[in-house]
């Protein structure tokens, strides 16, 4: 795929300069793509059925970009009608004797709970269980009341992985009343644990007790060492099996179709709603009085565990999300111009308009969703944070950049489905080294060429290509996130 910038010194190129030289590589990306086509049609993920399930091909395995006009390059193609429409229903039962049944209850937003929805089928599949349609978070911060069924298409959820477990829609009817009267045995599986803790701790459990609900599911699997089945099984069930239902997939393909007719377009996932500034503490460029309200927001969550946070620190250490402010002069510092078509992937901005200012002046043609789409087309997906955050993911997906400005459960799981579909271009940004960088330009000590240069320098390895995840030895929650980079499904 092709870099944001050849090298630190190339010359500034906006968007559609670089979907013109993309186009130019495509014989050489074509016999690379024939080759990788049989690597991918060797193994058990990659087979040939697996491709029809979501409709199409990826898209950086595709004929139809290796056929695409030299003079209108495309980066990808509008997803066509599924080629193969029920083959799903095609697949064969897989016959094995059933251990007990798995009820699951999600927490999070909507990408913590695709990840760990993920998760759950593998360790079913693991210990020979029959999983139940999960159960969604409508208690978190979001207070989202959608079901399984009103985010995901449920049918195909099941039917596409009916050759490797049994998922059924409800509780089978003699273990209702133990359920209603909450007389199962409900626990959190212990955080990112391998398959061994399943098989020696769980599935005695499930034996004996028949049905077992886990009441919580986010990074209850480790991310690495796992057989390749167990992990190519999360990315079947994540890239293949975790379709949206046909209404979001629909209004999410006509918002890419309106982003796609002006031109390429990239992805701006500005992580700087309230909430997050609330949880991660971080109140550079906010107000006296909105520090004390996000403070106060903060102590309101009991579930937001850390409260006392050192938001000047924090930042320089990279772990605040970049402000609306910083990140336009990262963008502006990277190459792109004023006339880059901007899709902002996020929920309310926090201080609205008046942080959104200067993004605004120095790129025009910024958009979002409410203002692609009607009233009337949103209508559904009012109150439903999860809908919404589902037609950001599918436009997310398909753009031709991809930049957050913080690494949460949504930058990252749309970092590996990028990565899975051709390594498309994810600008990893670095916010250690960039807030130096910004520090150091806003108080002089840098002139703008200067800046800019030390920017490109910084990222020009970090734009989502083949790389190893990296592994701290008992510090899980430190190292590389499976799904940001599922390199054992990545021929």
């Not at 130019?24 to 993920?45: I, N, T, V």
């Not at 796609?260 to 701006?268: C, Q, Y």
């Not at 078509?341 to 993004?359: F, T």
């Amino acid at each position: 795929m092709a870099k944001l910038l050849s090298s630190s010194s190339a010359p500034t190129l906006t968007l559609m300069e670089e979907c013109s030289l993309n186009s130019s590589s495509y014989g050489e990306a074509s016999s690379f793509s024939k080759r990788l086509k049989l690597l991918a049609l060797g193994s058990e993920l990659w087979s040939p059925y697996s491709f029809f399930l979501n409709g199409s091909w990826p898209p950086c395995l595709s004929d139809r970009n290796e056929i695409e006009s030299h003079n209108q390059p495309a980066l990808f193609a509008a997803s066509s009608a599924p080629l193969l429409k029920d083959i799903a229903l095609t697949l064969p039962h897989r016959s094995y004797v059933n251990n007990g049944y798995l009820l699951v209850s999600c927490n999070g937003g909507l990408n913590q709970m695709r990840a760990a929805i993920c998760d759950m089928v593998a360790v079913a599949r693991l210990l020979n269980l029959t999983l139940v349609v999960p159960e969604l978070d409508k208690t978190s911060f979001w207070a989202d009341p959608s079901d399984f069924g009103d985010i995901f298409d449920t049918k195909h959820f099941i039917a596409s992985l009916r050759d490797e477990l049994r998922i059924i829609r409800g509780i089978p009817e003699k273990f209702r009343a133990r359920v209603r009267k909450d007389s199962i045995v409900t626990l959190p599986p212990v955080s990112w644990s391998n398959e061994t803790y399943y098989l020696n701790q769980i599935l005695p459990l499930i034996r004996k007790q028949k049905i077992v609900r886990f009441s919580k599911t986010d990074t209850r699997v480790a991310n690495g060492g796992l057989s390749d089945d167990f992990q190519k099984l999360r990315c079947r069930v994540n890239y293949k099996a975790l379709r949206f239902t046909p209404h979001i997939e629909e209004l999410g393909s006509r918002l890419i179709q309106i982003l796609r007719e002006k031109g390429p377009f990239l992805v701006l996932h500005l992580r700087y709603e309230m909430d997050m500034l609330a949880f991660s503490g971080c109140t550079h460029g906010c107000s006296e009085e909105e520090e004390e309200e996000l403070t106060k927001m903060r102590y309101a969550y009991p579930w937001w565990k850390e409260k006392v946070i050192d938001s000047k620190q924090k930042r320089l250490d990279g772990f605040c999300p970049l402000t609306p402010e910083e990140t336009l002069l990262v963008l502006k510092a990277l190459g792109y111009g004023g006339d880059t078509q901007i899709y902002v992937a996020a929920g309310e901005i926090y201080g609205s308009e008046r942080r959104m200012a200067g993004l605004h002046a120095t790129f025009p043609n910024i958009v979002r969703k409410e203002k692609l789409l009607s009233s009337s087309e949103l209508r559904h997906f009012q109150n439903h944070s999860s809908q919404m955050a589902a037609l950001d993911y599918l436009v997310a997906v398909e753009s031709d950049v991809f930049v957050p400005t913080y690494d949460g459960n949504m930058a990252k799981v749309v970092e590996g489905h990028r990565r899975y579909l051709g390594f498309r271009k994810t600008v990893l940004l670095d916010r250690k080294r960039l807030v130096q960088l910004l520090d150091e330009y806003q108080n002089g000590s840098l002139q703008w060429e200067e800046f800019s240069l030390a920017v490109k320098e910084a990222h020009k390895h970090r734009m989502g290509t083949p790389s190893n995840r990296r592994v701290i030895l008992d510090r899980p929650k430190e190292e590389d996130y499976f799904y940001a980079n599922p390199q054992e499904c990545l021929s």
